[in-house]
């Protein structure tokens, strides 16, 4: 592609920061739309990459700048270790010279398994363990352990019932047959598959003489049992439409019967597909016939009776994991403290195994807390001076780690607490603290939007922790939409001015302050805005929607209220307690009222490991007669897979398709819309089956995706491309953006509308095959909005969106804003948990919870509309939502 290359004019590359040690300088970047860059950008310095959503600074960031660095590391990693290694492509790039390492810190959703935890994160676990196998109290005669045995992740840590889970499962014949009146013929057997399958295992039974006509109550026992928990896969003949009757004449004359068939027991049946299935919404029906509980040998704690019989300060590693990082600071101060060491040597400061457990059931019984033992509550009786000695040296190193931690507001969380229940903000700032304590020297730091999900005040600490990494004599390169961070970085590179084909060009680098001189730019207008923002005229609720004695999570006995008919913002700190109320409690309340879940289009991943779902408790005591249907929009995916893409997910591509079946060409080779489908095999491409890539084995290498040499990416086989629209085959379709789509399908309207709005919430960069593996949070939920809006209104709608501004720049927030308000104005309530100010600014009433995280939130702090909310004293939120205001 032939472009002009742009480069920083003298006006606008002013020099070095302090304490810069030189520039990285980019020279010819053209990964996805950058357009020929040429950048210099300096080091040991807070560099901000900004620009709206598209237009290329992730690109620069992290597909140019990072994975050159990361390519550079694996070319001096030796052959045989690089297979170890996630590796990145090679960037499209001329040159990049004075390029440190890099370790990137991107905004990822967390794991699917509950095994990952937010000690496992910050390694603070492996700290914990050693801490337990060398100063623990063992019960005597107990050998001691290794740090390996206090894990539940390994084999010989986990407890042998639950293999680590914590809990266990069973399927049962209630789960399985909660109506035993109905019959086997009326679907008795719920756990079964529906349609043909399930009535292929009710065939079956009859050719194996089982009465299908009867209520299961009625049937023999012996037959039940059979029927539901045999691992025995009998094939026989199956007469498909015949009577029990018939089927038996059948056999007895040998007739041909219509299949072979064979049978599944309802709970093998549950099992495999739980375990085998890769569809979402397969794993999704059989959940509900597994019962899970606590597993009642390790209480739950995942370890084996001998890890769990070890102690320090009274505690067994499960219960100190389950501490919030401030109350376990507590414990290790006085371990930690030079004191502790002196007074080993102390007479009657060793207790017995026996004495502790006995003075901490004492003190339990007492109501006092029950992390005690021995005369000093704080104090590991029976150590040696050697454990003690090891005790605080490990006490020492793990309370720097959780002061980091509750620096960076995240105090309330337990080492247990699992990463899947984390927000993205949460995670952010959990490796963040990781990196801090790493004491890297010279190394660039690659950030993705750490700001996405914090509160304001939350903002603030992790400024500071930026400035310690920065301090350390590193460089920070921050993709970000955060105007605060803008305004405090040492150099801005904006680049635009729009998204896609029409951005990839660095309009500005150098100092915040010169980004004012850049009419082209689309930050410039919100970085330096004196203008208060444009006032809206004050809603009056058309009623209210009342919640009491709301248990979730923080929440105790908390009651709030929405009004109905208007904008509504939740707000408070981190971990106050926003998304139990709405995005749990509300939802659930609601949901059940209407007979139903919020609607939900993707079914999200279920595993074993998932803890059990919590249930919310309280009732909705007004407002419900005003409410006809509940909408979630979040920010799971669209799709696990890249099969599912934009177009798939919205709808449009089935009207595409149809385009294609009704040309000409394809009516006369009988072409049906199928045949337009790369995932049905008449008309994708044999090869890689339609994916477009193919996975290319290497020795002493990790396998690495090509493009498919016979399709060469297109996803169809000649005969399906051979047909055109418009001058167009249906892969060229796909690779069109949405913004060039909305001009080649201006004559089909029910393609147009759904184009437009996706054009008109800020996604007209989007190409309609972009895989749903390739989206972020914020664009899945953009796209389910989307698909929500352009929906005719079927009565009075509650939206309800979690920070739906997260990676949005302030000028896509205000399209954002703008639908919102549409959906006001048709009469619907809108719901929204958010940390973005100039949205709460724009609502029509503000429901702030807090004061604190944790057990310090969970309250009401105050309600009202946004300048009443901005002059309470005690709210958090209330400083930086009166600036906002203006």
């Not at 040429?38 to 994975?67: M, N």
């Not at 507001?409 to 080492?415: P, R």
């Not at 405090?488 to 951005?503: F, T």
Request: glycine fraction near 8%; hydrophobic fraction near 40%; charge should be neutral.
């Amino acid at each position: 592609m032939t472009s002009t290359r742009h480069t920083p004019s003298p006006q606008v590359s002013p020099a070095l920061p302090a304490n810069s040690s030189g520039f990285v300088r980019v020279r010819g970047a053209r990964e996805h739309n950058l357009q020929n860059v040429d950048v210099d950008i300096p080091r040991d310095a807070l560099v901000v990459f900004t620009g709206v959503s598209g237009s290329g600074k992730s690109s620069l960031a992290f597909s140019t700048l990072y994975a050159e660095a990361q390519r550079r590391y694996f070319e001096s990693v030796a052959p045989y270790a690089r297979r170890l290694i996630d590796q990145v492509g090679v960037p499209d790039v001329d040159a990049i010279d004075g390029l440190p390492p890099a370790v990137a810190l991107q905004q990822q959703r967390g794991t699917p398994s509950t095994r990952s935890s937010v000690g496992s994160v910050t390694t603070l676990s492996s700290l914990i363990r050693m801490l337990y196998s060398r100063a623990g109290s063992y019960p005597p005669g107990q050998p001691m352990l290794y740090a390996e045995d206090f894990s539940p992740n390994t084999p010989q840590g986990a407890c042998p019932e639950c293999h680590g889970l914590g809990r266990v499962y069973e399927v049962s014949e209630a789960s399985m047959v909660p109506d035993p009146s109905l019959t086997i013929r009326q679907r008795a057997v719920a756990s079964w598959p529906l349609a043909w399958q399930g009535q292929n295992q009710r065939d079956i039974l009859v050719t194996l003489g089982y009465d299908v006509d009867i209520p299961w109550r009625d049937l023999p026992r012996q037959q039940r049992d059979w029927i539901l928990f045999t691992e025995e896969t009998p094939t026989v003949p199956v007469y498909a439409g015949l009577t029990p009757e018939q089927t038996r004449e059948a056999l007895k004359r040998k007739q041909e019967p219509s299949y072979m068939g064979t049978f599944s027991g309802a709970r093998r049946y549950v099992l495999h597909t739980f375990t085998h299935s890769q569809s979402a919404l397969m794993k999704k029906r059989v959940s509900q016939f597994m019962l899970g509980s606590p597993c009642p040998l390790c209480d739950g704690k995942r370890l084996k009776r001998e890890a769990l019989s070890v102690t320090f300060a009274g505690l067994d590693i499960g219960e100190l994991s389950q501490m919030p990082l401030l109350q376990l600071a507590e414990v290790l101060k006085p371990v930690a403290a030079q004191a502790y060491l002196e007074q080993a040597g102390e007479a009657g400061e060793v207790w017995s195994h026996e004495q502790t457990e006995a003075a901490r059931r004492q003190r339990i019984a007492q109501g006092a807390p029950g992390h005690a033992g021995g005369p000093d509550v704080r104090h590991t009786p029976n150590l040696s001076l050697e454990k003690r000695l090891a005790a605080q040296r490990i006490a020492q190193d793990l309370l720097e780690r959780v002061a980091t931690l509750t620096d960076l507001g995240l105090g309330y969380l337990a080492l247990e607490r699992s990463t899947p229940t984390l927000s993205s903000g949460e995670l952010q700032r959990l490796r963040l603290a990781t990196q801090l304590g790493s004491q890297l020297f010279g190394v660039i730091y690659v950030l993705d939007e750490p700001s996405a999900g914090l509160h304001p005040a939350d903002a603030e600490a992790l400024f500071e922790a930026l400035q310690q990494l920065k301090a350390a004599g590193n460089s920070l390169f921050v993709v970000e939409h955060d105007l605060q961070t803008m305004r405090r970085a040492d150099w801005l590179i904006d680049v635009g001015p729009a998204a896609g084909e029409q951005g990839g060009r660095v309009l500005y680098s150098g100092p915040p302050a010169g980004l004012a001189a850049i009419a082209e730019s689309q930050t410039r207008a919100y970085l330096f805005a004196e203008q208060a923002p444009a006032r809206r005229a004050e809603r009056q609720a058309q009623g209210w929607l009342r919640l009491e004695g709301i248990r979730r999570n923080n929440l105790n006995g908390l009651s709030a209220e929405f009004p109905l008919g208007c904008f509504t913002a939740v707000t408070g700190v981190s971990g106050s307690g926003k998304s139990s109320l709405v995005s749990q409690a509300l939802l659930e309340l609601v949901g059940a009222h209407l007979g139903r879940s919020a609607s939900q289009e993707e079914p999200s991943e279920l595993n074993l490991e998932d803890e059990a779902p919590q249930a919310s408790s309280g009732e909705v005591t007004a407002g419900l007669e005003r409410i006809k249907r509940l909408v979630q929009v979040d920010q799971k995916p669209i799709g696990r897979t890249p099969r599912s893409n934009l177009a798939t997910y919205t709808g449009l591509f089935d009207h595409v398709r149809k385009l294609f079946a009704a040309t000409p060409e394809a009516q006369a080779l009988g072409y049906d819309a199928g045949q337009f489908s790369f995932n049905v095999a008449k008309g994708r491409c044999p090869a890689c089956e339609g994916e477009g890539f193919v996975s290319v084995e290497l020795l002493f290498m990790p396998s690495v995706y090509a493009p498919c040499p016979t399709c060469h990416g297109a996803r169809y086989n000649p005969h399906t491309l051979a047909i055109a629209w418009q001058g167009l085959n249906i892969a060229q379709v796909l690779q069109l953006t949405v913004q060039e789509a909305v001009q080649a399908f201006a004559g089909q309207a029910s393609i147009r509308r759904s184009l437009e709005m996706l054009r008109d919430i800020g996604l007209g960069y989007l190409r309609l095959g972009q895989p749903a593996t390739e989206l972020s949070g914020g664009e899945a939920q953009r796209i389910k909005l989307a698909t929500e809006l352009q929906r005719s209104p079927r009565g009075a709608t509650l939206y309800v969106l979690d920070e739906p501004t997260t990676g949005l720049h302030p000028r896509d927030v205000d399209r954002l804003l703008e639908q919102l308000d549409n959906l006001v104005r048709a009469g619907h309530s809108v719901v929204v948990v958010e940390h973005e100010m100039r949205v709460v600014a724009q609502a029509d009433w503000v429901i702030d919870i807090g004061p604190g995280a944790g057990d310090q939130g969970g309250k009401v702090v105050v309600s009202g509309p946004p300048r009443h909310v901005a002059k309470h004293r005690k709210s958090r939120t209330a400083p930086f939502l009166a600036e906002a205001l203006g």
